[in-house]
């Protein structure tokens, strides 16, 4: 077999393995949204046999021959062609996959399957002691999973390659370093601050019914179309990418919490927009997917705070909600409705946290995750390491471990090495937002006429449409001039929320 023909085979075994994923993808969105409860077990059996004949089929030693004769030819002699950048990334996937042991990969799939258990009862009963021997278990098998899978530095690195590759927990360090650094202060300057915006106005009643509709209004004007995507009702809202043509989105409800589902809608529509942008022609390889979490929730933290908190995006936007929401917001001026929206105050729940604080939710479990990898921290000393920081870095300490180590699913989940792409998604965020900005002569006043087009085509040709062309940190770099820097972030911040609460 020739490269070329070794290249065409290892492309059709890829998008193969793309649908068969979908098909689990849509089978996991009906689960959320509308499979009757009575369906769970069918759907498990579904689920199941379908992750084994994609784990079969991802790990066929056939592939790893075929990614060795393309690799040792002419067809990947320009590392940024779209040759070169699918094998790349296959060979990456096929290795992760591959140097995992099948007994590893099963005991961590049981293990976490029962920490989810325990972490839903644990939260429940605010119980850490209920959750902890599966947790110790969940990173002693990580530790050994980053063993197998191999690093320079530490081995916590080799967990955050999956959700971010290439990233460093070294550069992260230094990353967050400077956020804190920068945030702190500008939390305590905020809090001090003698004007304080009216929460209140959030939490009227805003009917159900016309935030559904206000709410897909103002998704299809940024530009998710709906022809190619819809958007229903969860507990827990997400984005699923099934495949060209449908892109998924969900929100949850709340008469009392307007906040919730709209800027739900907006972060959930920026996940779409991203997953609509993406090369159809490219669809199941590399050069047809999303760079990274990081730069996937760039993307939708852009959409949701960048502008969708923004004042000129309400220029537009807020007389048209006074006209849907006529009880809640007849008394109501726009600058109001504006600072009601970017209340900010140190909370205890990183999810309800608003744009400021959100970062130093996620350092803390930057920080945290990091010491447990190294196991310079014991998991039993958790909860206790995690008040301290609550304390430390945001003055706050929690009633109980359900407001504290207990709220997040992820590391019961196994999901360890996944929390600094929050914060690499806001620090993208503003850098590229910064740039299409500079590029596009201001963005504020097209924005306050009700016009998101320039904005999404700038962000189509920029970033959707490049695939996995660049890792994130020279996707950043090639555009704005930078790696991934906190100053845009830093500066955004203090501009809006200086004049916000007038400091
Ligand atoms: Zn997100």
Redesign the pocket.
């Known amino acids: 077999m020739n490269a070329q023909a070794a290249y065409d085979e290892l492309i059709r075994r890829s998008r193969e393995l793309s649908t068969l994923a979908s098909c689990s993808s849509l089978l996991g969105w009906d689960e959320q949204t509308y499979m009757p409860p009575g369906g769970a077990e069918h759907r498990a059996a579904q689920l199941g046999l379908l992750a084994g004949m994609h784990h079969e089929r991802a790990t066929d030693p056939k592939l790893g021959e075929l990614l060795g004769l393309v690799e040792s030819s002419d067809l990947i002699a320009d590392p940024i062609s779209t040759t070169a950048v699918n094998v790349r990334e296959l060979r990456r996937s096929y290795n992760r996959l591959t140097k995992l042991p099948r007994t590893l990969v099963e005991e961590l799939a049981r293990t976490t399957s029962r920490g989810h258990q325990e972490w839903v009862a644990a939260r429940h009963e605010r119980n850490f002691g209920r959750l902890l021997p599966s947790l110790e278990t969940i990173f002693a098998l990580k530790r050994q999973e980053a063993d197998c899978l191999g690093y320079h530095d530490v081995a916590y690195d080799a967990l955050i390659d999956e959700y971010e590759p290439g990233a460093k927990s070294k550069d992260l360090a230094t990353l967050f370093a400077a956020l804190r650094n920068e945030l702190v202060p500008l939390v305590k300057e905020i809090a001090a601050a003698k004007k304080k915006p009216d929460r209140s106005i959030m939490t009227r009643e805003f009917p159900i019914d016309r935030q559904r509709i206000f709410g897909e209004t103002v998704a299809s004007a940024v530009g998710f179309d709906f022809r190619r995507g819809r958007l229903d009702s969860t507990e827990h809202p ?2 699923s990418g099934i495949g060209p043509g449908d892109t998924r989105i969900t929100t949850r409800y709340d008469p009392r919490q307007f906040a919730d589902a709209f800027f739900g809608i907006l ?2 529509v ?2 779409g927009l991203y997953d609509q942008g993406l090369d159809p022609s490219h669809y199941g390889t590399p050069m047809g997917e999303a760079v990274s979490l990081g730069i ?2 760039s993307q ?2 852009m959409w949701e705070n960048v502008v969708g908190r923004s004042r000129s995006f309400w220029t537009y936007w807020f007389p048209i909600a006074r006209q849907v929401f006529r009880e809640a917001l007849t008394d109501v001026s726009r600058e109001d409705f504006y600072a009601s929206m970017n209340v900010v105050e140190p909370s205890l729940i990183r999810v309800q946290a608003d744009e400021v604080t959100y970062n130093l939710h996620v350092l803390i479990r930057f920080e945290l995750e990091a010491a447990l990898m190294k196991s310079d921290l014991p998991v039993a000393e958790l909860p206790g390491a995690w008040n301290e920081k609550y304390q430390h870095y945001l003055g706050i300490t929690p009633k109980h471990h359900a407001e504290g180590c207990l709220q997040d699913i992820h590391w019961s989940a196994g999901l360890i090495g996944y929390f600094p792409t ?1 914060t690499l ?1 806001n620090v993208y965020a503003a850098q590229l937002y910064g740039k299409a900005d500079a590029d596009l002569g201001g963005l504020s006043e097209p924005f306050a006429r009700g016009d998101f087009s320039g904005l999404l085509d700038w962000l189509r040709q920029n970033v959707h449409i490049q695939g996995q062309r660049f890792r994130a940190a020279d996707l950043a770099q090639r555009i704005t001039g930078s790696p991934p820097d906190h100053r845009p972030l830093v500066k955004m911040l203090k501009a809006k929320y200086g004049e916000i609460y007038g400091i």
Request: charged share 25%.
């Open positions: 997400f984005c972060h959930e920026g996940h996937h929730e939708s933290r929050y998604g």
